[in-house]
């Protein structure tokens, strides 16, 4: 069974940048991480979790419209992981940030599927990201 490790979060001004990093392990980690598409999501206190960034088997990616232009999400199927390169930050931005991976999926996704909970199988036990205003 494949586990996933978030890393990377922390306290920043607004303005500053962050990068989170996801790594899959377990046995069957590399090829069920390369057959896959990963995943960003965020819950901040009091509100639903929310799709922030997906990357495809392709690496075709796909953003929530309040990130596009200040998140890059981007992954390494040969280290098993996926990053989120955060810039711009905001206050709203303050969550916690969890990584997913689908089950095996077909080479090319859309953003109706990676923004769909239920598209995936494995999640991350997440990492707290705060913006100070």
């Known amino acids: 069974q494949v586990q996933l490790e978030e890393s990377g979060g922390g306290l920043v001004q607004a303005g500053g940048s962050l990068r989170l990093s996801c790594v899959a392990s377990g046995r069957t980690s590399n090829r069920a991480f390369s057959e896959a598409a990963m995943s960003w999501f965020r819950q901040a206190p009091g509100k639903e979790r929310e799709f922030v960034a997906g990357?495809?088997?392709?690496?075709?990616?796909f953003y929530a419209d309040s990130v596009k232009g200040r998140f890059t999400i981007s992954r390494d199927n040969a280290k098993n992981t996926v990053a989120l390169q955060m810039t711009s930050l905001k206050p709203d931005d303050s969550a916690v940030y969890y990584c997913?991976?689908?089950?095996?999926?077909?080479?090319?996704?859309?953003?109706?599927?990676?923004?769909?909970?239920?598209?995936?199988?494995?999640w991350g036990q997440g990492t707290q990201v705060t913006v100070s205003s």
């Open positions: 990357i495809d088997r392709s690496g075709g990616t």
């Open positions: 997913a991976k689908t089950r095996r999926v077909a080479f090319f996704a859309n953003i109706n599927y990676l923004s769909s909970e239920n598209s995936y199988e494995t």
